[in-house]
């Protein structure tokens, strides 16, 4: 199975029409998939909580809009995510990818992974982890729960779940 192209797929399915991204290693081929979809507008992002407030607009301008950016801005987000994306009740299926995770070969990440699930708790988002290559096929019901409840949704992806990076 192609994970990258089950994502969009699954984007696509549940009539996504606008996706915002951040550039990530991990998601390259994500983020390639959803460039080449005529289904979907594609508007790359240079900050995450930049990419908030075009999914935000989308939203308002009646688009069902999703992001794709790293773990490691979480922090840059939470206001944009409290006083824009929670207040209005936006839904906003979030993909992120979780940086210092098992797998990480940069150490640096690793500090903002300790933080990252803690934050999503503490804002009340629901997140899910995909670990395993097999936790994909959770996506689509993932997403239609994004949007009966109007929320966002964090879906961490880590290295495992990638594949690693040529580690193995």
């Not at 790359?44 to 075009?54: A, H, Q």
């Not at 922090?75 to 979780?98: D, K, W």
């Not at 995770?101 to 995909?130: D, G, S, W």
Request: charged share 20%; proline share 5%; hydrophobic share 40%.
């Amino acid at each position: 199975m192609n994970i990258d192209k089950k994502i969009v797929d699954d984007l696509v399915a549940n009539d996504v029409s606008f996706v915002t991204t951040v550039p990530c290693k991990q998601l390259a081929g994500v983020i390639d998939e959803v460039e080449n979809r005529d289904e979907i507008f594609h508007i790359p992002s240079n900050k995450e909580d930049e990419g908030m407030g075009l999914c935000a607009g989308a939203f308002m301008g009646g688009k069902r809009p999703a992001i794709i950016m790293q773990n490691t801005a979480i922090g840059v987000t939470i206001n944009t995510l409290a006083t824009l994306t929670q207040y209005y009740r936006m839904p906003l299926p979030m993909i992120i990818s979780y940086r210092g995770e098992l797998r990480e070969p940069v150490a640096c990440q690793v500090e903002m992974a300790v933080h990252t699930k803690a934050l999503l708790a503490q804002m009340n988002i629901p997140t899910y982890h995909f670990h395993w290559q097999k936790d994909v096929e959770e996506f689509d019901n993932i997403l239609k729960y994004t949007f009966m409840c109007n929320k966002p949704v964090a879906i961490l992806t880590d290295a495992n779940f990638w594949g690693g990076y040529g580690d193995q």
